[in-house]
C-alpha cells in the first residue's frame, strides 16, 4: 500500500516562496515507471496540474506555472517536493502530491496524499 503525506506551512505571504514537501511509503519513487505529481485545487475551482518529477528525475512543468515552479526529490528519504516563488493570494489552493501510472486512458492516478490547504494572504 503505497502512501503520500504533504507537509509544509500553510499560510505563506506575497512575493514568498511556497516550499511543500511529499514523502511517500510503501513504494519507492524511483520504481519505474512512475511520475510524482503536484496538483491544485483553487476555491471554487477544478484541477491544475502543476508539474511532476518522473521516477528517472526528469521533471515537466505546466506552461502557465514553468518560470516559478522547481520540482526535486531526495532518493534517500523517499521524498519529493514542490517550490513555487513570487506567491500572490492567486495561489491560494489545496495542494496535493499524487502518483501518475502515466495511462492514456482511464485515471491516471491510483494514490494521492490528503492534501494541505495553503493560503497566501498579507
Known amino acids: 500500500q503505497v502512501q503520500l503525506q504533504e507537509s509544509g506551512p500553510g499560510p505563506v505571504k506575497p512575493s514568498q516562496t511556497l516550499s511543500l514537501t511529499c514523502t511517500v511509503s510503501?513504494?519507492?519513487?524511483?520504481?519505474?515507471?512512475?511520475?510524482w505529481s503536484w496538483i491544485r485545487q483553487p476555491p471554487g475551482k477544478g484541477l491544475e496540474w502543476m508539474g511532476a518529477?518522473?521516477?528517472?528525475?526528469?521533471?515537466r512543468y505546466s506552461p502557465s506555472l514553468k518560470s516559478r515552479t522547481s520540482i526535486s526529490r531526495d532518493t534517500s528519504k523517499n521524498q519529493f517536493t514542490l517550490q513555487l516563488s513570487s506567491v500572490t493570494p492567486e495561489d491560494t489552493a489545496v495542494y496535493y502530491c499524487a502518483r501518475d501510472r502515466g495511462l492514456i486512458s482511464g485515471a491516471p492516478y491510483d494514490y494521492w496524499g490528503q492534501g494541505t490547504q495553503v493560503t497566501v494572504s498579507s
Open positions: 510503501g513504494g519507492s519513487i524511483t520504481t519505474n515507471y512512475y511520475y
Open positions: 518529477i518522473a521516477y528517472s528525475g526528469s521533471t
